[in-house]
């Protein structure tokens, strides 16, 4: 089973700043199939990154993904108000498809 | 616009089993792999498993003793069942879809809160 840490547990930021969100892999994983969700409270998470790098329909380009191997990123370039949520990064390339445990980024 | 949508008991007594059926509107359900995933209350989302729709499942070890997923493919419903639960198995589920065998969970249900207590 592959473990996925996130880091840091909770960013604090001020609308405009930038966010980087950090996903570890316990080992090698094809980058194809990383993906990064964003929860809001009380909705369900929403597909904002797959394939590491893709953004899903919709998505602002001020999301992106990086990374391969055990390391991947998700930045925001500038933070709006309404991004303001806990973000998940996925890993479904192989069974059991696991989450992180999800990084807050909570406005400052 | 796909649209999926949880229903069944929000109250399931423990050693008893939990049912859910997901309502898929706005496309097909052919073709697709359809998962279900649980958040205990201010945690972390677990993958439970998926089904395609042909029937072919695959289950996350950890749940595998006690899950079951099942199709009907005239109704556009999937289902989960989760046999003798406990305390531990409170959670919001939901239902989603993926777009492929190796693809991202795209669409997602609401949710639909369970509590497990007598």
């Known amino acids: 089973e592959i473990v996925l840490t996130q880091s840091p547990g909770t960013l604090s930021l001020s609308p405009g700043e930038r966010a980087t969100l950090s996903c570890g892999a316990s080992q090698s994983v094809t980058s194809s199939y990383l993906a990064w969700y964003q929860q809001k409270p009380g909705q369900a998470p929403r597909l904002l990154i797959y394939g590491a790098s893709t953004r899903a329909a919709g998505i602002p380009d001020r999301f992106s993904g990086s990374g391969s191997g055990t390391d991947f990123t998700l930045n925001i370039s500038r933070l709006e108000p309404e991004d303001f949520a806990v973000y998940y990064c996925?890993?479904?390339?192989?069974?059991?498809?696991?989450f992180g445990q999800g990084t807050k980024v909570e406005i400052k | 616009q796909v649209q999926l949508r949880e229903s069944g008991p929000g109250l399931v007594k423990p050693s008893e089993t939990l049912s859910l059926t997901c309502t898929v509107s706005g496309g097909s359900i052919s073709s697709y792999y359809w998962s279900w995933i649980r958040q205990p209350p201010g945690k972390g989302l677990e993958w439970i498993g998926y089904i395609y729709y042909s029937g072919s499942t695959n289950y996350n070890p950890s749940l595998k003793d006690r899950v079951t997923i099942s199709v009907d493919t005239s109704r556009s419903q999937f289902s989960l069942k989760l046999s003798s639960v406990t305390a531990a198995d409170t959670a919001v589920y939901y239902c989603?879809?993926?777009?492929?065998?190796?693809?991202?969970?795209?669409?997602w249900g609401q949710g639909t809160l369970v509590t497990v207590s007598s």
């Open positions: 989603a879809r993926r777009g492929s065998k190796t693809g991202p969970h795209s669409y």
């Open positions: 996925q890993y479904y390339g192989t069974s059991p498809y696991t």
